[in-house]
C-alpha cells in the first residue's frame, strides 16, 4: 500500500503563491510519475501538472508559466509551486502518483485526500 500526504494549501490574494508537496511512502520500487490535478466547485477534475522519473514535465495551459512541479526522488516527494495565483485557480488539489511494487508488477495510480487552494481578494 502507498499512502500520499499533501500539503500547502491555503487561502492567498490574487497574484500571490503558494507551493504544495505531496509525499508518497509505502512499499514502493519506483514511481513513474507524480503530478496534480485540481476540481472547482461543479466541474470535473482536470489535470494541472504532472513529472515523470526523469524529470519530464507537463502542463495544462491555464497554468504553464505560472506554476513549475519539480519532484526529489529520493524522498518521494512532488512540488508544485503556484506563483501569479488567479482567482480561476481555486479548487481542491489533488495529488497522485503512478507507481509499481517491484520490477514486474503493474503500474497503479494512488490519490491523494486533496487540498484546498482558495485565491480571493
Known amino acids: 500500500q502507498v499512502q500520499l500526504v499533501e500539503s500547502g494549501g491555503g487561502l492567498v490574494q490574487p497574484g500571490g503563491s503558494l507551493r504544495l508537496s505531496c509525499t508518497a511512502s509505502g512499499t514502493i520500487f519506483s514511481i513513474y510519475a507524480m503530478g496534480w490535478y485540481r476540481q472547482a466547485p461543479g466541474k470535473q477534475r482536470a489535470s494541472v501538472a504532472a513529472?515523470?522519473?526523469?524529470?519530464?514535465?507537463n502542463y495544462t495551459d491555464l497554468v504553464k508559466g505560472r506554476f513549475t512541479i519539480s519532484r526529489d526522488n529520493p524522498k518521494n516527494t512532488a512540488y508544485l509551486d503556484m506563483n501569479s495565483l488567479k482567482v480561476e485557480d481555486t479548487a481542491v488539489y489533488y495529488c497522485?502518483?503512478?507507481?509499481?511494487?517491484?520490477?514486474?508488477?503493474?503500474?497503479?495510480?494512488?490519490w491523494g485526500q486533496g487540498t484546498q487552494v482558495t485565491v480571493s481578494s
Open positions: 513529472i515523470t522519473l526523469c524529470g519530464k514535465t
Open positions: 497522485y502518483v503512478d507507481w509499481i511494487s517491484s520490477p514486474i508488477s503493474q503500474g497503479v495510480i494512488t
